[in-house]
Every structure is written in structure tokens, then in C-alpha cells.
């Protein structure tokens, strides 16, 4: 039971964490390519994680964080 909840609070992170990537990416009237090129990261991959489906890790992330130009911190605020 433990265990499921625990599945369940993972989800709902890393859909949240892709919410707010979307949510930054088109206030900046970015499309998909517009940050993977300014972050050197893989569209397909990126648009994974806005719909939740992938966990990216933390090097991931800072990549995020800088083509954003933000601090790690300001990109998990949500």
C-alpha cells in the first residue's frame, strides 16, 4: 500500500515538473525546438517530460535551468 502511494506522489511530481516547463517554455513564446536548441536537448525527450511521462534527472534539469537562464531552485518552484 506504502508503495503505491509513494508511485502515485512520483506521478503527480513529474507531472507538475512538466506543467511548469511548458508553462516557461510559452511564456517565452518558445516552441519544443526553440529550447531544445537553447538548452542542447533532445526535442522528442523533452517533450516527454512537459507530458509527465519521463523522470529527468538532475543533469537534465540543470540544462533546463540554464537554457531558461534560472536557478535549479526557481525551475522546482511550482
Known amino acids: 500500500m506504502f508503495v503505491f502511494m509513494l ?6 511530481i513529474i507531472k507538475q515538473f512538466g506543467r511548469r516547463i511548458r508553462t516557461l517554455r510559452k511564456e517565452r513564446g518558445w516552441s519544443i525546438s526553440d529550447l531544445s536548441h537553447e538548452g542542447e536537448l533532445d526535442a522528442g525527450y523533452l517533450g516527454k517530460v512537459e507530458r509527465g511521462k519521463v523522470n529527468p534527472g538532475l543533469i537534465y534539469i540543470t540544462a533546463l ?13 511550482y
Not at 7 to 12: A, F, I, M, R, Y
Request: net charge negative; no cysteine.
Open 7 to 12: 508511485q502515485q506522489d512520483e506521478q503527480k
Open 65 to 77: 535551468a540554464r537554457a531558461f537562464e534560472m536557478e535549479i531552485w526557481d525551475l522546482l518552484k
